[in-house]
């Protein structure tokens, strides 16, 4: 459902993704044949294509220490203008910096810095082995598997049949679509539901016991944790590479669904005695993966009211977006995250799901220099048959 700044519909954008930011900061600078050295061209002279060059293939920066993550830098290549595509690997890295640095100023970059030491605190200290010192703070992950992919422990058969197969009837044979653009299907087995809980439940205890600061999962929910921050990044990064990206590429092309590079992972717990409802929102990704892992509880449906740009978030509900859904242990709901909804209140038990947002930089950018947005908005979609229409009607009264 949400994260690391789920967005009110009509409230700014929530605070940029943790993950997508690798840090060390610093701007590099061209130097001339001459030796002299020039000033990097403003970024007003830098974007991207909007169709990507499918028959290039890029780079690999994963050797450089960037401050943004080498996948970003891979997947942006393919849109970069064809006078660059054949220049040096640090003259294409420049620019795509540039670019990336729309996003982050400064302070932003200084905050991620600071969560990536955040982060690799915890990771360094909630490890394998108990200490023999004290024992009481330090804390054995329970269940290693899930800190690496296994996919026949992971995921049911029939999803894994669909993912090898690779075809939108694949796909399609699984799903449900009971309104458009939102997806549901047997994902997880009840297994990996229950480590995963109890990893979550063990990570909590010991952040308690060592009275670690913990980074809550976005600024409207009061509990939960950012998987990611202790040691789940790598399988997080495969869940969304390998079995959500070939999904989304068939079924959000228009909304980067092709080009998903970041992600943010988090689990998000609902109850009484935690938080009770999430409010009315769109999330900060492109694609959103929302599975449910707990068995007893109450209420907490997710209501949908329709997909919107920036333009149109705050627009009316049309009477064909109103979808309720009710949660299915194990099974998941995907959409795209600009498809507004909310949570219903969890009246009895404890309800826990597995979110994953997924993001692409390059229809970020793009989308920087669109202004037509009705092959995803239904907004823009409505306005656009509505202008023409009248054009229609125009030149019969012409005639």
């Not at 029939?158 to 997806?183: C, D, H, V």
């Not at 590429?249 to 669904?257: A, D, I, L, N, S």
Request: net charge positive; hydrophobic share 35%.
């Amino acid at each position: 459902m949400s994260l690391d700044g789920a967005r009110k519909p009509g409230a700014p954008d929530g605070r940029p993704d943790q993950a997508i930011a690798h840090a060390n900061g610093g701007s590099t600078v061209q130097v001339l044949q001459n030796g002299a050295s020039a000033a990097p061209p403003t970024y007003l002279t830098h974007r991207l294509r909007l169709n990507p060059n499918s028959d290039h293939r890029p780079d690999n920066y994963e050797d450089l220490d960037l401050e943004f993550s080498p996948s970003i830098f891979s997947s942006l290549e393919r849109y970069l203008p064809p006078n660059l595509l054949q220049q040096a690997r640090d003259v294409k890295v420049d620019y795509m910096r540039e670019i990336l640095r729309r996003y982050y100023p400064e302070s932003e970059r200084v905050r991620l810095q600071k969560h990536r030491e955040y982060r690799q605190k915890i990771i360094s200290n909630y490890q394998e082995k108990r200490s023999i010192t004290a024992p009481s703070l330090s804390s054995q992950r329970l269940h290693l598997e899930l800190y690496s992919m296994h996919p026949t422990n992971f995921f049911v058969p029939s999803f894994l049949k669909a993912i090898n197969e690779n075809t939108e009837q694949a796909f399609r044979n699984i799903m449900s679509e009971p309104s458009p653009g939102i997806f549901t299907f047997e994902m997880l087995q009840p297994r990996f539901c229950e480590m995963l809980l109890a990893e979550v439940k063990n990570f909590e205890k010991w952040v308690h016991e060592t009275k670690f600061r913990i980074m809550r999962p976005n600024t409207m929910n009061k509990y939960g944790v950012v998987l990611d921050d202790f040691g789940m990044e790598t399988m997080l990064e495969k869940l969304m590479v390998d079995f959500i990206r070939p999904i989304s590429k068939v079924f959000f092309p228009g909304v980067g669904g092709s080009n998903l590079d970041t992600h943010h992972g988090f689990v998000l717990e609902y109850g009484i005695d935690r938080d009770v409802d999430l409010g009315f929102h769109v999330d900060d990704s492109e694609v959103t993966l929302n599975v449910c892992v707990s068995r007893q509880f109450s209420g907490g449906e997710l209501f949908f009211r329709g997909v919107r740009c920036d333009k149109h978030v705050n627009t009316e509900t049309h009477s064909e977006e109103i979808f309720d859904y009710s949660h299915v242990p194990g099974r998941a709901v995907l959409h795209c995250g600009r498809h507004r909804h909310g949570a219903r209140a969890t009246t009895s038990g404890k309800r826990i799901n597995l979110v994953l947002w997924c993001r692409s930089s390059v229809f970020r950018e793009s989308r920087k220099y669109q202004k037509d947005f009705s092959s995803w908005c239904a907004e823009c979609q409505h306005e656009k048959k509505e202008r023409q229409r009248l054009s229609v009607a125009a030149i019969k009264m012409v005639f």
